[in-house]
């Protein structure tokens, strides 16, 4: 979801990690493959991306 919203050029401020994955080793794996995935990405999408982390890094 974060990816396909980034794609867009749109923030997916509706996917709230803490909802789906309370413990931290499981989010940490949903980070990793961002951070796989981000080399990847176009700069706009790599921003949205940044975006979303900084925001559900915010709720823990």
Do not use: C, H, T
Not at 1 to 11: C, D, H, P
Not at 16 to 41: C, N
């Amino acid at each position: 979801m974060v990816l396909a919203e980034s794609l867009l050029g749109r923030l997916a401020d509706f996917a709230i990690l803490d909802d789906w994955m309370p413990r931290p080793r499981d989010k940490q794996k949903v980070y990793d493959l961002l951070a796989q995935a981000k080399a990847k990405l176009p700069e706009l999408a790599r921003k949205k991306v940044l975006e979303w982390e900084a925001a559900n890094s915010e709720r823990e």
